[in-house]
């Protein structure tokens, strides 16, 4: 029912910033929570951040407080990733992801992208 396309991944320095962008195609993308997971090599997927379908309220992992920032247009069916002051740490795969519930995109989606590997370099 919805398909997912990141784009902007990409490899920085360390303290550098990215912004990633998933499009949905589908009529119902604003019916949809948004959400970001990432999943680094030998490392378990966890929670990004997460977005309501009206973009009301958002969530972030401990980890990316204060630094990445979720937000979406629903217009353009897109949700956005902006990262800012990457560590080495944030280096992952990024999935964009799409669930009807807010409170199931802490652990899971019904909804996944392909991914967009994100390097950052110390």
């Known amino acids: 029912q919805v398909q997912l396309v990141e784009s902007g991944g990409g490899s920085v320095q360390a303290g550098g910033s990215l912004r990633l962008s998933c499009a949905a195609s589908?009529?119902?993308?604003?019916?949809?929570?948004m959400g970001w997971f990432r999943q680094a090599p030998g490392k378990e997927r966890e929670f990004v951040a997460a977005?309501?379908?009206?973009?009301?309220?958002?969530s972030y992992a401990n980890s990316v407080k204060g630094r990445f920032t979720i937000s979406r247009d629903n217009a353009k069916n897109t949700v956005y990733l902006q990262m800012n002051s990457l560590k080495p740490e944030d280096t992952a795969v990024y999935y964009c992801?799409?669930?009807?519930?807010?409170?199931?995109?802490?652990?899971?989606?019904?909804?996944w992208g392909q991914g967009t590997q994100v390097t950052v370099s110390s």
């Open positions: 992801a799409a669930d009807d519930s807010y409170t199931d995109l802490r652990t899971e989606a019904d909804f």
């Open positions: 977005i309501t379908w009206r973009g009301s309220r958002t």
């Open positions: 589908g009529r119902t993308f604003s019916n949809y929570a």
